[in-house]
Structures are given as structure tokens and as C-alpha cells.
């Protein structure tokens, strides 16, 4: 199972990665939105944790053109973002997110045990 993890954030990005990687999964990542788009297009993941606040290109942006993206579309994406407000979440979620985490109110080993059950899910 392949986990792509878009997020600018390089503290977060290493530990996320290193933390998926134990879990067993291959995981792939990208520091801004056009890395991230060009690796949901070539890596085809069965996941992605994107953050919304990232260089080049934001993650309403690359959410709104995987959604779009016949191909890209069926896959899973979990929103990581610092964006408490509820319009963002909102707008996420109607955008296609599957779930949102406000980075300071989800330890990461909540995020991970999510992507677990979802890739689980997937993989039945």
C-alpha cells in the first residue's frame, strides 16, 4: 500500500514518513503542491495526507484537480492542515477530503492509526 504525504512542514514530513514506513507501508513524499500533484500522477498512492498551506501550488488546488482527475478522483485524501476555521474544513470535505486534521488537535499516532483503517478497509 502506498502513502503519498504532501507537507511543507519538514519535522512533520519525517516523522509522518518514518512512522508509516514501520507500519509497513511505501510511502512517498512531496514539500509543496506541484511536487504533490506530479507524484499522485505518477505514483499512483492509495492515500494522501496533504496539507493545505504549501508552496507553489495550495492544497484546495491540488484537492480540486485530483478530484477532477478521472484517474486520481477514487483516491483517499486526508486533509493535515494548521487551518482550524470550520469554512476551511467545510470546504475540504465538499471539495472530496475524506477526513480533516487540525495539526494541533491530532496527535499524529491518531492520523496514522487513520490511514491504517482506512487502508485496511481499502484493501478488502
Do not use: C, T
Not at 484537492?63 to 470550520?86: H, R, T, W, Y
Amino acid at each position: 500500500m502506498k502513502v503519498l504525504i504532501v507537507e511543507d512542514e519538514e519535522a512533520l514530513r519525517k516523522v509522518l514518513q518514518e512512522k508509516l514506513q514501520r507500519a509497513g507501508f511505501e510511502v512517498f513524499v512531496a514539500e509543496d503542491g506541484n511536487e504533490g500533484w506530479d507524484m499522485a500522477k505518477s505514483k499512483n498512492p492509495d492515500i494522501i495526507l496533504l496539507d493545505l498551506i504549501l508552496p507553489k501550488r495550495n492544497g484546495f488546488d491540488v484537492l480540486g484537480m485530483l478530484k477532477q482527475d478521472p484517474e486520481l478522483k477514487s483516491i483517499p485524501v486526508f486533509v493535515l492542515s494548521n487551518l482550524a476555521e470550520d469554512e476551511n474544513l467545510k470546504k475540504a470535505l465538499q471539495m472530496g477530503a475524506e477526513d480533516y486534521f487540525v495539526k494541533s488537535q491530532h496527535p499524529i499516532n491518531e492520523v496514522i492509526e487513520k490511514v491504517k483503517d482506512r487502508l485496511m478497509e481499502k484493501s478488502r
